[in-house]
């Protein structure tokens, strides 16, 4: 499986963006997740959303970022309102299944850069 990000961009502080991410095959049985890694930090989660829909988020991001999936569509998205400059970041998603045979996917990231 092959994930493909987009959406990212500049933005002023306050914004919004949306980002999407597309696997090239079946993820409905994988969660799906958004990670960040701003220069000179390690990458970190911002959210995951579950085959059924149980989402999980940092606390950085609670009530500002949404995250959602479309499993027919095999795509997930991460909506990102409110944003702060400490919010700019090189976004990935992961596609990753648990149950055996354990697979986990890295798209390629998709820059945000918030400006103040």
């Known amino acids: 499986v092959q994930l493909q990000a987009s959406g990212g ?16 095959g079946s993820t409905s049985s994988f ?16 959210a995951t959303v579950s085959s059924g829909g149980t989402t999980n988020y940092a606390d950085s991001v609670k009530g500002r970022f ?9 795509t997930v998205w991460l909506q990102m309102n409110s944003l ?10 992961r596609s ?16 945000v850069t918030v400006s103040s």
């Open 84 to 93: 702060k400059p400490e919010d700019t970041a090189v976004y990935y998603c």
């Open 9 to 24: 961009g500049l933005v002023q502080a306050g914004g919004s963006l949306r980002l999407s991410c597309v696997a090239s």
């Open 96 to 111: 990753r299944r648990y149950v055996t045979p354990q697979l986990d996917y890295w798209g390629q990231g998709t820059l």
């Open 66 to 74: 949404t995250i959602s999936r479309d499993n027919a569509k095999n």
């Open 31 to 46: 969660v799906m997740g958004w990670y960040r890694q701003a220069p000179g930090k390690q990458r970190e989660l911002v």
